[in-house]
Structures are given as C-alpha cells and as structure tokens.
T-cell receptor
Framework: EAGVVQSPRYKIIEKKQPVAFWCNPI?????LYWYRQNLGQGPELLIR????????DSQLPKDRFSAERLKGVDSTLKIQPAELGDSAVYLCASSLPGLAGGMNIQYFGAGTRLSVL | DAKTTQPNSMESNEEEPVHLPCNHSTISGTDYIHWYRQLPSQGPEYVIHGLTSNVNNRMASLAIAEDRKSSTLILHRATLRDAAVYYCILRDWGRDDKIIFGKGTRLHILP
C-alpha cells in the first residue's frame, strides 16, 4: 500500500515568489494535516482537514498561506509571496476518520524542503 | 496540553538495548502516551502508544510507570537504522487530533 506522497521533495525559490506543495494521502484517510518543521524543531500543525473542510487552521498564517482540498483527497498548500523565514520542511500527514486523539495514528509523507533565497 | 520532557540526545552501541526516557509529570487520566520517530530526511513515523499497561509491538516496547508520570521506550536491539529523533507525545483520548511535538531525543547508534 502506498504511503503519503508529497511533491516536490525540494524547492528553491527567491523571496516574494509563489510556491505550492502537493500531497496525496493514504487511500481511505479522510483526515489530512499540513505541518511545518523548522530546523532542529519538531513539526508544528498548520491546518487540518476532515474531508474537504478545514476544521483547524488556527496556526495557518492566512496573509500569505492558503490551502485547499477540493475533492476531499489531494491537497495543495500555497505560499504567496514567500519570505526568507518560510524556509522549512513542509510535511503532510493523514489518518483514518473517527478515531480521537488518543487512538489516532498519523502517517507522514517525506516532506518538501523549501529554501527561500 | 500536558508537556513531556526528554533528553536532547543519547548514544547507544549497535545490537544493544536502548532505553529512551520521557517524563510527563502533569499527565491527565485521559492522556495516551505516543511515540513517534523521525529518520533523517523523512517524516515522522508512528512507533507505539499506550495508556496504562506496558505495550509491545514489532518495533519497540513501551514501559509506563505505575503513576504514569514517566515512560520509557525500549528498543531491544538497536541497529544503525534506528538512529533518529524520537518524540514522546501526550494525546488526549477524546479531544482533537492535534499532535504537539517537542524537540525529542536524538538517538545516535555507534557501530
């Protein structure tokens, strides 16, 4: 069974340019997450989807970040315009529906490493 | 959310057992203890979780103190492939799905 697939693996852009990351979750996983991981830190949640609905986007910087999951499967995270401080690894994860925090297991993709010059 | 405390780094020799400690003195009765690990250039992967009793799976064992204020992840026979950052995380059984990662323990395996 395929895991969570993310692309691209690496992206280098100049500041003020737009960038987009794509995620395909594990089949049947209705819940999808985007995390950001700064160097030497643990991942931090940006947004969580239940099917098409963003149920927790409190940590998403909405002035420049946007995300969508139009058909409840694939998702795209966009930054426009990118800033130097956005350099990080962007991780996507998915999980089965209906399991609360204690029993919920998240499966992560390999991430996209973004470098903003 | 209740917090966990882990050593920044640990070393172990290959083919020896490894005990990774985690303190969670403010754990609540509804918090599960989860462990994830992150191999170099990979996303985190689930290792094991438990509530009160010790747990075993193919990857590791989880030993939970009787008062639940600490736990230990046990790798029975470490290999070079176990070199990773290990995260100890508390997750409320009935609340939202957010995982709050700390900095974890970086485990170095010596050949």
């Amino acid at each position: 069974e395929a895991g969570v697939v993310q692309s691209p693996r690496y992206k280098i852009i100049e500041k003020k340019q737009p960038v987009a990351f794509w995620c395909n979750p594990i089949s049947g996983h209705n819940t999808l997450y985007w995390y950001r991981q700064n160097l030497g830190q643990g991942p931090e949640l940006l947004i969580r989807y239940e099917n098409e609905e963003a149920v927790d986007d409190s940590q998403l910087p909405k002035d420049r970040f946007s995300a969508e999951r139009l058909k409840g499967v694939d998702s795209t995270l966009k930054i426009q315009p990118a800033e130097l401080g956005d350099s990080a690894v962007y991780l996507c994860a998915s999980s089965l529906p209906g399991l609360a925090g204690g029993m919920n297991i998240q499966y992560f993709g390999a991430g996209t490493r973004l470098s903003v010059l | 959310d209740a917090k966990t405390t882990q050593p920044n780094s640990m070393e172990s020799n290959e083919e020896e057992p490894v005990h990774l400690p985690c303190n969670h003195s403010t754990i609540s009765g509804t918090d599960y203890i989860h462990w994830y690990r992150q191999l170099p250039s990979q996303g985190p992967e689930y290792v094991i979780h438990g509530l009160t009793s010790n747990v075993n799976n193919r990857m590791a064992s989880l030993a939970i103190a009787e008062d639940r204020k600490s736990s230990t992840l046990i790798l029975h026979r470490a290999t070079l492939r176990d070199a990773a950052v290990y995260y100890c995380i508390l997750r409320d059984w009935g609340r939202d799905d957010k995982i709050i990662f700390g900095k974890g323990t970086r485990l170095h395996i010596l050949p």
